[in-house]
């Protein structure tokens, strides 16, 4: 997406999030908002609820924030998305434009940092901060992200893929043995798509 930017931009802040790691995600907005620089932009704080639900926060919030204060979502105005259009706060009957010129997602996890929202933010056609869909998905699957660096020839560590449809309650021991004699110590195992060792 290659749009000029005015240097008065509205720029809506997303945090918060479905993920595991929203708490995460509040305090990370937070340091954005003490450090974006104002008055150049004018901050749109979109909070999203543990259930996905999206509310425009009070603009007190900011100052609060920026004087040390928490960052929490409070439910009181809904936001709403319209393909092609943008964010709307509905205010009333009646939805309000939001005039978003750029979205800063502080999102982590899954439907923040893994392509679904950089996958709708291109859907509503409104620009945002940071890779687009498929960099952010790689980024966030450890296991295709190694596949794609060996493909491509860059040194990886060896690794094994174990699907949960392969996995058999009471096998640990059987996979331990396997995997120690495979690898040599230290051994890591992770989450395909969590953020979390």
Not at 29 to 37: E, T, Y
């Amino acid at each position: 997406m290659n749009r000029t930017l005015n240097i008065e931009n509205n720029v809506a802040i997303l945090y918060g999030g479905r993920s595991g790691e929203h708490e995460v995600s509040l305090r990370s907005a937070a340091s954005v908002i003490r450090h974006i620089q104002l008055p150049q932009h004018k901050i749109v704080l979109i909070g999203i609820t543990p259930d996905g639900e999206w509310f425009r926060q009070p603009s007190d919030t900011i100052k609060a924030v920026r004087h040390g204060a928490d960052l929490n979502i409070r439910m009181e105005e809904p936001v709403t998305a319209i393909p092609g259009k943008g964010l709307f706060v509905l205010l009333g009957a009646e939805p309000k434009n939001l005039e978003v010129s750029i979205v800063f997602p502080v999102l982590h996890g899954t439907f923040g940092e893994d392509g679904t929202m950089q996958g709708f933010l291109d859907i509503l056609d409104i620009p945002y901060v940071g890779s687009g869909v498929l960099g952010s998905a790689l980024g966030m699957d450890k296991a295709m992200v190694k596949c794609v660096w060996r493909d491509a020839g860059l040194p990886i560590v060896p690794f094994t893929i174990l699907h949960r449809h392969e996995f058999k309650p009471g096998s640990e021991y059987l996979l331990w043995n396997q995997w120690t004699s495979e690898f040599t110590a230290p051994l890591f195992i992770k989450p395909a798509r969590g953020g979390s060792s």
